[in-house]
């Protein structure tokens, strides 16, 4: 009976073919396929590129867009490809009524909703690509009745719950893609029953757990991705027995132990391995080089140690290698051998341990190099001038090192270069050949030893979004060709240097600026005129700034109220005494009110302009006239009571100094030390603000010390040293010996207030929330520190020990600059006491104390002063420092010491 109907259907349709019969009756033949399309276009909510638009009743379904009929099957749907077409909408369950489907391809789009469960009715089905859309819920749990389907491909959608077990059963499935999306479980075991298996995707799918011994019985496997999950313990080893194996990734999981030493003689057909984000050990294996195919390799942030691998040259196409933040302990050499490589795109080694300098050779690998990182390392030396020769290089990072020397000029070859980082060395200038860089958007410079004047060239960097100099020695203006740039939107920070003049007005254009920071400069001008166009009405709602930093200049003038002003948590400008006005949170003082008459404002300016000359001639001649009697009559008879120094910049008298000081008055106290007492003072009528320090002439033989202690602290100088101003040693009024030295006055105190400011009783005229040091500030403390400290061991005529090494002595100018104070005074006083030729050559090992908790343990033995033990003092002020807590606080007891406390902060 059936075949009867079967010829009976062949001979019907043969006669309508060639018959009258309207076309419409034949359509209503297939009546199912067009009414599933019909309600497929009702679900649409956009359709931008007009992709449905010929699915109406003019044209036959077949010819719709995107159809594919059967030809075998006529006018029934076969394929329904519409990828690509952005269209919105959800898939309607009709679709489970186009049962000769084979193919459906909608990926890249923005399909919503649910997967409808009517699709698992369709047992024709051989390729499902939803890929790239929004799909949400689960995976429909009767997938396994489509008994055909070869490539199931669910990639990058919203797909929650668990993965479908019935999945196993698909024999034919050849790609399983269910990555980037919000799964939960382990990965299925099941997937070593898919025995035709060739790609197989789980990554982003929040899996947890191991990856499954079982997917080594698929031997067909080509594409493993299987990233960013939670996966945990070892790779099964019998994947890497897989020979069929091209792409390897397993990156950001918790995955752990070593790489197989034959790698690369078992893996021959590997192109791509990830373990990027692990915590892989030991060595990489040599037989890498053996795997000739390879092209990218990234083995990055684990804890690889060893050599790094000296034969990658082998691998004659490779374009990437990744080593970086691991332990690999190693010279530039292997550089060499990827000379060889001239496919080379990426190169990334930074934070390692490497170290030595970079080798000339680096510029003759590829010159189709894209991306080098050599950050975070211990390079030394200087940049090859061969770096111009990677004329496809856009990101270059070789911050955080110790390179220095000039920068090469031959960089400003790299004309496709977008990021640059040298932050964080030794570099001392900066070429102008900068300016060529026209691609840059990034300039990463701060934390160098850089001087000179910023290039104005650097404007030629039309498309520069950051820029980054602070933390250097840079002096002159600020380029306005700088300023003029539009592009920059991300940072433009300067601060930390000894920039001076006024801040260009061309600041204003910068509206879609984030952060502003020139703070700790000696720019100068009023503050409201360098930031007018800041406040025009008309665009003052689209400024982007979140960050200005104005802080330690000589700004003068009203601070607006407008625009960024108006945030006092965006804005900082500290530091600049003549300012005035401003929001209340700023607190500055009021401006005085001015209405000057503008009639006879020229007329009075002219009477003020003259006065005040005739006043400042007078006063310089009257000036000039007592110095000139006071050294004739100095140059007659010389004053017993006084210390004469050569080459000294002032004289000062007991009077002076009890002027200076409101007679040592408590309230001009500002330190305690050892060795005497150190008061505020203010010398020639207020114009000098100086430090006195009243020695405690208690102390034997501090008496006969002080002149060769005067003439040795006059031939130090560095910049991370107290100055020493003058000196007196005179009688006081009561006829007591009275001896002194007058040094710079340090504005911020002593780095003791800014690291335990909750136990200090005066805050120094400074307010309490402004006293905060960051992580960056106190690594500039400590250098410094560590600058004077090799001054004074290795640089001196002779070696000087400071034997007292503490926050106390420590003191900040008005830029946070660390000047050690206090040098050379403990073992200058400690060799006077014995007479003998040989004690002026001794260390100081009987009068040396320092202070309990910073002095080193062999002092306590009665050991020699030494550098070491200077050593040994700086290393607990750095642990005060980082960890605010003093040697002697009371948590340390029992055992505990400030050493075992930071000890077990890293166990």
Partial sequence: MVRWLLVLYTILMWWCCFSNIPAAYLVKVNETDRLALVAFKTTIDRDPYGALSSWNDSVH??????????????HRVTELNLSSRHLVISLSPHIGNLSFLKSIYLQDNSFHGPIPQEIGRLFRLQTIQLNNNSFGGGIPNNLSSCSNLKILYLIDNNLTGNIPADLGSLEKLTTLGLGKNQLSGTMPRWVGNLSSLLSVSFAYCNMHGEI???????????????????LSGRIPSGLFNISTINFLAVAYNQLRGSIPHYIGSTLTNIKSVFLIGNSFTGTIPTSLSNATGLLEINFSINDFTGPMPKDLGKLLGLQAIGFAMNRFQDDLSFILSLTNCTNLQIIDVGGNLLRGSLPDAIANLSTTLGFMSMRDNQLHGSIPPGIGNFLNLTLLHVGLNNLGGHIPTTIGKLHNLQELYLNINKFTKLPTSLGNLTSLSLLHLERNNIHGSIPPSLGNCRNLLGLYLSHNNLNGSIPPEILSLPSISISFNLARNALTGVLPQEVGSLKNL????????????????????????SYVGELQLKNLNLSFNKLHGKVPTEGVFRNGSAVSVFGNNDLCGGIPTLKFPPCPSLEPNKNNLSHKMTIILSVVAVLVFCLTSFVCFIIFLHRRRVSRKKAPSTVSLKHQLMRVTYAELLKATDGFSVENLIGVGNYGSVYKGMLNQGQIVVAVKVLNLQIKGASKSFLSECEE?????????????SACSSMDFHGNEFKALVCEYMANGSLENWLHQNDQVENEGIEEESRNIDLFQRLDIAIDIASALEYLHCHCSSTIIHGDLKPSNILLDDRMTAQVGDFGLAKIISMVSTSSEEAQHQSTSTLLRGTIGYVAPEYGMGDRASTPADVYSYGILLLEMFTGKRPT?????DGMSLHSFVMRAFA
Avoid at 61 to 74: I, K, N, Q, T
Wanted: net charge positive.
């Fill in 713 to 725: 602290l006059r031939t130090i100088r560095h910049r991370n040293l107290l100055k020493i101003l």
């Fill in 212 to 230: 499954p011994q079982e997917i080594t019985r698929v031997r067909s496997l080509k594409f493993i991705q299987l990233s960013v999950n939670n």
């Fill in 61 to 74: 379904y077949c010819d719709w867009e995107g159809v594919l009929c059967s030809r075998r099957h006529p």
């Fill in 514 to 537: 984030v952060e502003l920071d020139v703070s700790n400069n000696r720019l100068s001008g009023p503050l409201a005129n360098s930031l007018s166009k800041w406040l025009i009405p």
């Fill in 889 to 893: 606080d009371n948590l340390f007891k």
